[in-house]
């Protein structure tokens, strides 16, 4: 493969020259929230149908639903750039705001078209999705049906929608106007540096512990100084939340997010006892690499630590050629989309201060190109990032030609894509290390990930299950919500380690993230799920790559249940395959603690 010099930066200016001072920016907004108002005229003045011949006016809606969605989504992508970008983009901000006004207006427009599906009358409603034009549309219409059964009546459901945009969704901006303007002082070399969040969060992985635990002492300041503003949105959010779920009669918070990923509480429940059985082999890894360190015990900021003191550093075009020739071993389609990315500069990785902490892939469904924000500064968790992202867009990629609301796929669906490039990338790191110690180093990265979906990740879940039983009783405490969230890791991470992390309610975005709540197994799922494509594709012929763009293409047209019986032959929710797919993990663990018995 031709050494190429990708660049670190993006580029937006193929969507909209000049940024959020784009003229055509401004105008496409305003053309986006005129198809917004069309729309709802269409769905208000649209008769429920009492024959299954009157399906004409169904299908003008979806198609005034495929451009409005199409619109709103590829003017929040470039929204979602711009302040990812640069933290300090105020027009951003505005923009932000504006778009989820016109958000706002969808959902409501959505709600009254769902009400008016669940009054056809069921004969009708079956008969109807048997014609030509919409029954390539019967999952997602079903589904939108069912659940508007399960919703207050119109009027009400549309005040919760507009009261949203300043309560519920602008507690969740608060927040990331906070840590957006957060910086954490690091001294590096006799020099004091302010960095970013994220920045800061990078230095973690170094071998110098004293170092490690200076910035993570640091780092936790930042969060304490900010605790009683970070305690004010997650109450606030999930007071919202809550009380809508009372006023729906749903009792149980884990309805809305099993919703939304298309999963019944049985599979949730298979997967995190199968997990909660094979745990003593990574409680074994940490001991182990405890050891290693010279430590009694791992500290929360020892977990991502490096076991030598030889730092391995990857260069952005290495990291990205790297993954261009994995991506190859596994078919040529994700190797080809890989490269474009690379070469076509939708990547932007650049370190620098001024940014946004963390990484995420946002797709631009009308430009039909996808974009990747992260921060790489060199370590082979960039270079997993990096995979990982990419996996993201490929699934959007394989959905391009769909039906707008074919396409719209659950969270724990998409993190699978994202994994299985990851997986694909951290597997082959291992296998090809050109010496031992490289490939001890590689593998413990992976198995790295693999405590942070079974460890990490579950206690998260615990923290988030916990709070909510909590917040049922009124508002909770800052040292409540640091006391729930020690009680959580110690219990996912088997007691396992010496200091937790206490800020980290206040720390992880995802609990404050108000498009989707329980922002967190859905990447569990996606890890574990993946593992189980993975192995099918390591036991099939060349022609894997069609049989898994299937099952991607699937993702936004049926539930995880179905869509695992349907590709897989397996059921969810039972543990077998959750125990297989956690087997491979142990693997690792395995021979991590083989190649280090004798260090």
Known sequence: MKKTQYSQIWDLDVFFEGGSNSEEFALYIEDTHQKMKELDTVVKEWEIPTSSHETKGLINIVGHINVTLRQLMESSAFVSCLSAQNVNDKKANLYRAKLNQIGASL?????????????????????????????????????????????????????????AVDGYHAWGEMYDSIVGGMSVIIEENGEKKELSVGQAANKL???????????YNQIQKAWAEKEDLFGETLNHLSGFRLQMYKHRGWDNVLKEPLQINRMNEQTLNAMWNAINKNKGRFVQYLERKASLLGLEKLSWYDIGAPISSSENRVSYDEGAHFIQEQFERFGPKMAAFAQRAFEESWIEAEDRSGKQPGGFCTSFPISQQTRIFMTYSGTP???????????????????????????????????????????????????????????????????????????????????????????????????????????????????????????Y?????????????????????????????????????????????????DTGRMSVEDLAKKHLNVDLTEEAFWESAIEICVNDVEEFLSLTENK
Not at 205 to 211: E, L
Not at 508 to 513: C, E, G, Q, T
Not at 518 to 525: A, C, D, E, K, S
Request: aromatic share 12%.
């Open 205 to 215: 992985s170094t071998s110098d512990r004293d170092k490690r635990k200076e910035v």
């Open 505 to 553: 309610w206040a720390s992880k975005l995802h609990f404050h993230i108000t498009e989707v709540p329980f922002y967190n197994f859905p990447y569990t799922f996606g890890y574990l799920f993946s593992l189980g494509i993975y192995a099918k594709a390591l036991n099939s012929g060349s022609d894997f790559e069609e049989q898994y763009i299937s099952l991607l293409q």
């Open 107 to 163: 959902s409501t427009s959505l709600t009254t078209f769902d009400q008016k599906l669940s009054k056809i009358e069921d004969n009708t409603w079956i008969e109807m999705l048997d014609k030509p034009n919409l029954n390539n549309l019967s999952f997602i219409l079903n589904e939108r049906r069912e659940q508007a059964k399960e919703k207050l009546p119109l009027e009400q459901e549309a005040l919760i929608n507009d009261l």
């Open 381 to 503: 968790s960039n270079v997993a990032t990096l995979a990982h992202e990419l996996g993201h867009a490929f699934h959007q990629h394989v959905m391009d030609e769909l039906e707008p609301l074919n396409q719209l796929y659950a969270m724990n669906v998409a993190e699978t894509a994202s994994t299985f490039a990851e997986m694909i990338v951290a597997d082959a790191s291992v296998k090809h290390a050109p010496n031992e110690e490289e490939r001890l180093h590689l593998l413990e990265d992976k198995i790295q990930r693999s405590v942070a979906f079974f460890m990490n990740i579950h206690s998260r879940f615990l923290f988030e299950t916990r709070f909510y039983e909590e917040r049922t009783k009124g508002p909770v405490s800052v040292e409540k919500l640091k006391q729930l969230t020690e009680d959580a890791q110690k219990e996912a991470y088997c007691e396992s380690l010496e200091e937790y992390s206490p800020y």
